[in-house]
């Protein structure tokens, strides 16, 4: 046995000193960052691999601002291969393998496919995947005959608007101006298509200059797994869809089994990064990055919705375990995430200041908008639900899905949650929310005289506050 007697910190245990500044205005600041070691971000925001926060749409958003989302695993390996795809065809300046249908599909095919991927339009192939022609929602959209084939809709071959492949960004902009059209096919000399260039992702691409993007212009995405044997064939499904990163999602990542999949998935994806985690000392960063995980994500207990310190008595409080994390990160030189207990934008910059790279978000997140599932309404407000992984419901969620049949209600009594199911206050689209964050990120770094997130490390001098300070901090003594 051995008792460890210093104190040990979180968040509200501290506040950072001010120190001299020569930063002149919050844009001054750069507040780019890796999430891993081949993988750079301009916010260090990642949204957590939770099934009430990342799906496509949070990963979507995440991506366009300049952070990236990690695609929860709690749903069949073709659904989350469907979602990183929907990510990775979001934007680009071409779509490399734009959908298309047969001469022979119908009206109502053309609708389904349109309406499953959210897309405005799909080519038509002949047999020998020569372009026949273009079918929009346009077309579509008042046909009675839904049996119909496409080909009697569309705008044939002929008097489509095409570019040649290697058109540039610019004059594929040019060409769409001109014609007044707003898609493109991108033919080769033979007839073959080999991509499609859409108004709609030049304007995107315009909109977001911060994304963060992968080197075919496409968003990058992250991907959860688990440590089973099987897991290896959900990486490979990901990993196929375009995922960017898989992180290896355990609670208690200082294991052997998370040692072994961190191993496998580098042997057998050498060109994605792999993250690994949780952990919450020293020792578990260097295990896990000797064999070979590029990033680490930190937080045992920490989150909003933890009972994993109640439940096991297991933790470590998360400033004090970022900070003996973040320094066997830096000796490595491998990033560290720092994941839960993040509530104000003001925690952020602590868990940056004491040496992560990012922080990942989870309740947080899950009242916006981009967050699955529907606000419900309670006593006239609007809420949305987040729920722990290792939650009662959550739990028969997995088994349901892993075994495919309903768990009877039986049964649940067998399951300890180490996590609850909660509700958060409806927020919103996730710009706002990562806005205010980000704000409130730029001008801490004023505060510490940090251009940039390895200037505040550097910087960064945290002092220890009563419960009186604490309360000092905190609005008092008003009527709000
Ligand atoms: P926040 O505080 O941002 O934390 O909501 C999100 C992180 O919490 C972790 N997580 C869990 N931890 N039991 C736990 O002990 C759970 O059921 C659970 N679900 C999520 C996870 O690391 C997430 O990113």
């Given at each position: 046995?051995?008792?460890?007697?210093?104190?040990?910190?979180?968040?509200?245990?501290?506040?950072?000193?001010?120190?001299?500044?020569s930063i002149r205005s919050r844009r001054a600041v750069n507040t780019q960052?890796?999430?891993?070691?081949?993988?750079?971000?301009?916010?260090?925001?990642?949204?957590?691999?939770?099934?009430?926060?990342?799906?496509?749409?949070?990963?979507?958003?995440?991506?366009?601002?300049?952070?990236?989302?990690?695609?929860?695993?709690?749903?069949?390996?073709?659904?989350?291969?469907?979602?990183?795809?929907?990510?990775?065809?979001?934007?680009?300046?071409?779509?490399?393998?734009?959908?298309?249908?047969?001469?022979?599909?119908?009206?109502?095919?053309?609708?389904?496919?349109?309406?499953?991927?959210?897309?405005?339009?799909?080519?038509?192939?002949?047999n020998n995947g020569e372009v026949l022609g273009l079918v929009t929602t346009r077309d579509l959209l008042f046909e009675r005959d839904a049996d119909l084939p496409v080909t009697a809709v569309m705008t044939p071959r002929?008097?489509?608007?095409?570019?040649?492949p290697g058109t540039s960004l610019d004059a594929a902009r040019e060409t769409l101006h001109r014609h007044r059209v707003e898609k493109?096919?991108?033919?080769?000399?033979?007839?073959?298509?080999?991509?499609?260039?859409?108004?709609?992702?030049?304007?995107?691409?315009e909109q977001w200059p911060d994304a963060t993007k992968d080197d075919r212009g496409r968003l990058r995405v992250a991907a959860a797994v688990g440590v089973r044997p099987s897991d290896e064939d959900r990486a490979a499904a990901c990993v196929q869809a375009g995922a960017d990163a898989l992180v290896v999602d355990i609670a208690h990542g200082h294991a052997d089994t998370a040692i072994g999949m961190i191993r496998a998935l580098k042997a057998h994806f050498p060109e994605v990064d792999v993250i690994g985690g949780n952990v919450a000392t020293a020792e578990g960063v260097r295990d896990l990055v000797e064999v070979g995980a590029d990033a680490i994500k930190v937080g045992v207990g920490a989150g909003s919705i933890c009972i994993t310190r109640l439940v096991t008595g297991f933790g470590v409080p998360q400033l004090t375990a970022?900070?003996?994390?973040?320094?066997?990160?830096?000796?490595?030189?491998?990033?560290?995430?720092?994941?839960?207990?993040?509530?104000?934008?003001?925690?952020?910059t602590k868990a940056l200041a004491v040496g992560s790279s990012t922080v990942m978000?989870?309740?947080?997140?899950?009242?916006?908008?981009?967050?699955?599932?529907?606000?419900?309404?309670?006593?006239?407000?609007?809420?949305?639900?987040?729920?722990?992984?290792?939650?009662?419901?959550?739990?028969?969620?997995?088994?349901?899905?892993?075994?495919?049949?309903?768990?009877?209600?039986?049964?649940?009594?067998?399951?300890?949650?180490?996590?609850?199911?909660?509700?958060?206050?409806a927020r919103?689209?996730?710009?706002?929310?990562?806005?205010?964050?980000?704000g409130g990120l730029r001008s801490g770094l004023s505060y510490a005289g940090a251009a940039t997130i390895e200037e505040l490390w550097a910087n960064a001098e945290f002092i220890?506050?009563?419960?009186?300070?604490?309360h000092e901090s905190e609005v008092h003594d008003v009527t709000m």
């Amino acid at each position: 046995m051995k008792l460890r007697t210093e104190l040990a910190l979180t968040f509200d245990d501290v506040l950072l000193v001010p120190r001299r500044s020569s930063i002149r205005s919050r844009r001054a600041v750069n507040t780019q960052t890796q999430f891993s070691r081949r993988i750079a971000l301009s916010i260090p925001i990642v949204s957590s691999n939770m099934d009430t926060v990342t799906e496509s749409a949070m990963a979507l958003a995440m991506a366009r601002l300049g952070g990236i989302g990690v695609i929860h695993r709690f749903m069949s390996v073709e659904r989350q291969a469907a979602e990183i795809e929907r990510v990775k065809r979001a934007e680009g300046f071409m779509v490399e393998h734009p959908l298309s249908v047969p001469a022979d599909a119908s009206v109502q095919q053309a609708r389904n496919i349109l309406a499953a991927h959210n897309i405005g339009g799909l080519l038509v192939r002949g047999n020998n995947g020569e372009v026949l022609g273009l079918v929009t929602t346009r077309d579509l959209l008042f046909e009675r005959d839904a049996d119909l084939p496409v080909t009697a809709v569309m705008t044939p071959r002929e008097q489509l608007v095409t570019l040649s492949p290697g058109t540039s960004l610019d004059a594929a902009r040019e060409t769409l101006h001109r014609h007044r059209v707003e898609k493109l096919p991108v033919v080769d000399g033979t007839g073959q298509l080999q991509g499609l260039v859409t108004a709609r992702d030049i304007i995107q691409i315009e909109q977001w200059p911060d994304a963060t993007k992968d080197d075919r212009g496409r968003l990058r995405v992250a991907a959860a797994v688990g440590v089973r044997p099987s897991d290896e064939d959900r990486a490979a499904a990901c990993v196929q869809a375009g995922a960017d990163a898989l992180v290896v999602d355990i609670a208690h990542g200082h294991a052997d089994t998370a040692i072994g999949m961190i191993r496998a998935l580098k042997a057998h994806f050498p060109e994605v990064d792999v993250i690994g985690g949780n952990v919450a000392t020293a020792e578990g960063v260097r295990d896990l990055v000797e064999v070979g995980a590029d990033a680490i994500k930190v937080g045992v207990g920490a989150g909003s919705i933890c009972i994993t310190r109640l439940v096991t008595g297991f933790g470590v409080p998360q400033l004090t375990a970022l900070d003996e994390c973040a320094a066997a990160g830096h000796a490595l030189n491998i990033p560290i995430i720092a994941d839960g207990g993040i509530r104000i934008a003001g925690d952020i910059t602590k868990a940056l200041a004491v040496g992560s790279s990012t922080v990942m978000l989870g309740s947080l997140l899950a009242g916006t908008d981009e967050s699955p599932g529907a606000a419900v309404i309670r006593k006239g407000r609007r809420y949305k639900v987040v729920r722990g992984m290792a939650s009662l419901s959550a739990n028969i969620n997995r088994q349901e899905i892993d075994q495919r049949r309903e768990i009877d209600p039986e049964d649940w009594e067998r399951v300890v949650p180490e996590g609850v199911e909660a509700m958060v206050p409806a927020r919103g689209p996730v710009h706002d929310v990562v806005h205010q964050l980000v704000g409130g990120l730029r001008s801490g770094l004023s505060y510490a005289g940090a251009a940039t997130i390895e200037e505040l490390w550097a910087n960064a001098e945290f002092i220890r506050i009563t419960a009186a300070g604490r309360h000092e901090s905190e609005v008092h003594d008003v009527t709000m």
